[in-house]
T-cell receptor
Framework: LAKTTQPISMDSYEGQEVNITCSHN???????ITWYQQFPSQGPRFIIQ?????VTNEVASLFIPADRKSSTLSLPRVSLSDTAVYYC?????????????WGAGTKLIIKP | DAGVIQSPRHEVTEMGQEVTLRCKPI?????LFWYRQTMMRGLELLIY????????DSGMPEDRFSAKMPNASFSTLKIQPSEPRDSAVYFC????????????FGQGTRLTVV
């Protein structure tokens, strides 16, 4: 059964680097790994997406090992405004059907 | 573009009534997704369309739920009859293609069934 697993919650402090890891054992061969951020009373918002190795944009980095069975979202120098829920999303092929598999979300709390 | 537009933003209805949620995706996007979010179950993918055709509705909880996409600029999610356990925030999202692309979410519809 394809699933994604990520920690339920994490705490950190302003200025620190935060790493959130997601495991996805049955990711589809051609599928990317995508991470979203969600604030209260809003829909999820795209952060970053990657296929393998490392991807970096203005807000985060994404590290993906060669076997692609996990990925790590890295947030550099977090601030209070990074307090949110972070979701990983992958595609998986199950019973010949392509399905989108969301993680349960990691609630990140940044403290001053 | 104004983004994904959902209506209404809030809906309160009595058990047994029909509820219709509406979504206007971003122009030019070919894929549309309906999600439900609750504290207990988290974010659940209900159904998604590609080029107006339903691709996977395995997340639809039961026959009381139905979704349509009559054209590229409009979709509805209907619950008939509604039950208190349907209370949740329902999100619509759209993307340029089905796989490996950024999805844009609407603000959601908060549904309360009393």
């Amino acid at each position: 059964l394809a699933k994604t697993t990520q920690p339920i919650s994490m705490d950190s402090y302003e200025g620190q680097e935060v790493n959130i890891t997601c495991s996805h054992n049955n990711i589809a061969t051609n599928d990317y790994i995508t991470w979203y951020q969600q604030f209260p009373s809003q829909g999820p918002r795209f952060i970053i997406q990657g296929y393998k190795t490392k991807v970096t944009n203005e807000v985060a980095s994404l590290f993906i090992p060669a076997d692609r069975k996990s990925s790590t979202l890295s947030l550099p120098r977090v601030s209070l405004s990074d307090t949110a829920v972070y979701y990983c999303l992958v595609g998986a092929v199950m019973d010949s059907n392509y399905q989108l598999i969301w993680g349960a979300g990691t609630k990140l709390i940044i403290k001053p | 573009d104004a983004g994904v537009i959902q209506s209404p933003r809030h809906e309160v209805t009595e058990m047994g009534q029909e509820v219709t949620l509406r979504c206007k995706p971003i122009s030019g996007h070919n894929s549309l997704f309906w999600y439900r979010q609750t504290m207990m179950r988290g974010l659940e993918l209900l159904i998604y369309f590609n080029n107006n055709v339903p691709i996977d509705d395995s997340g639809m909880p039961e026959d009381r739920f139905s979704a349509k996409m009559p054209n590229a600029s409009f979709s509805t999610l209907k619950i008939q009859p509604s039950e208190p356990r349907d209370s949740a925030v329902y999100f619509c999202a759209s993307s340029f293609q089905l796989m490996n692309t950024e999805a844009f979410f609407g603000q959601g519809t908060r549904l309360t069934v009393v």
